[in-house]
C-alpha cells in the first residue's frame, strides 16, 4: 500500500509562492501517475494537475496554468507543486494522489488509489 505525505502548506499573501511536496512510502512509486487535488470549504474536490510517471507528460487545471508547476523526482519518491502569483481563490486544502499508469482521465478522483491526508493553503488578499 502507497502512503503519500503532503508538506509545504501555510499562510501567504496574494501574488506570493508556496512549494508543496508529496513523498511516497514506496519504492514503486515511478509506476503511478501523480496528481494534485484540491477542495476549498463547501466545494467539490477539484483537480490541479497530474504529472505522468516518466515526468514528461504534465497536465494542469485551466485556472492555474501558467501559475503553477508539477514536477516529479523518482530517485526521491517525491512530487512537487511549485505555485506562484497565488490568489485568494487558491485557498483550500491540496491533496496529493497516486494512480495507475492508464484508466479513466486523471482530472477525475476516481483515476487514483491512493491519497494524502492534505495540507492547508490559505491565500490572504
Known amino acids: 500500500q502507497v502512503q503519500l505525505v503532503e508538506s509545504g502548506g501555510g499562510l501567504v499573501q496574494a501574488g506570493g509562492s508556496l512549494r508543496l511536496s508529496c513523498a511516497a512510502s514506496?519504492?514503486?512509486?515511478?509506476?503511478?501517475?501523480m496528481g494534485w487535488f484540491r477542495q476549498a470549504p463547501g466545494k467539490e474536490r477539484e483537480f490541479v494537475a497530474a504529472v505522468t510517471w516518466s515526468g514528461g507528460n504534465t497536465y494542469y487545471a485551466d485556472s492555474v496554468t501558467g501559475r503553477f508547476t508539477i514536477s516529479r523526482d523518482n530517485a526521491k519518491n517525491t512530487v512537487y507543486l511549485q505555485m506562484n502569483s497565488l490568489k485568494p481563490e487558491d485557498t483550500a486544502v491540496y491533496y496529493c494522489a497516486s494512480g495507475p499508469i492508464s484508466g479513466v482521465p486523471m482530472t477525475y478522483p476516481a483515476r487514483y488509489d491512493y491519497w494524502g491526508q492534505g495540507t492547508q493553503v490559505t491565500v490572504s488578499s
Open positions: 514506496r519504492g514503486t512509486f515511478s509506476s503511478y501517475v
